[in-house]
Nanobody, 122 residues
Framework: VQLQASGGGLVQAGGSLRLSCAAS????????MGWFRQAPGKEREFVAG????????RLSDPVKGRFTISRDGAKNTVALQMNSLKPEDTAVYSC????????????????WGQGTLVTVSS
């Protein structure tokens, strides 16, 4: 599967952005999906994940209450809605796909898309 992330940009603190990840192929429903981010000089970290059915989601502590993840099986897309953005949310955000059933917070995903840069100004 190939993944294409989009929607990044420059936003002021307190603002919102919606990232989208488009997946190619006909087996999108077979993959657990995740969003990760990597800030300059830091390791890649888990942000959000969603199960194959879309019923189960998981968010990292820093983004709980501000970000939501969703998927659209008809469009083969996964979205990350980011509200109340903070300067510390500045990073390159990447989407990833995993064959496993469980939403993983580790980087043990099988496919990765290119990142999209999110910059939050103070």
């Amino acid at each position: 599967v190939q993944l294409q992330a989009s929607g990044g940009g420059l936003v002021q603190a307190g603002g919102s952005l919606r990232l989208s990840c488009a997946a190619s192929g006909r087996t999108f429903e077979s993959y657990t999906m995740g969003w990760f981010r990597q800030a300059p000089g830091k390791e890649r970290e888990f942000v959000a994940g969603i199960s194959r059915s879309g019923i189960s989601t998981r968010l990292s502590d820093p983004v709980k209450g501000r970000f939501t993840i969703s998927r659209d099986g008809a469009k083969n897309t996964v979205a990350l809605q980011m509200n109340s953005l903070k300067p510390e949310d500045t990073a390159v955000y990447s989407c990833a796909a995993r064959r496993g059933l469980a939403v993983s917070t580790r980087t043990d995903y099988d496919y990765w898309g290119q990142g999209t840069l999110v910059t939050v100004s103070s």
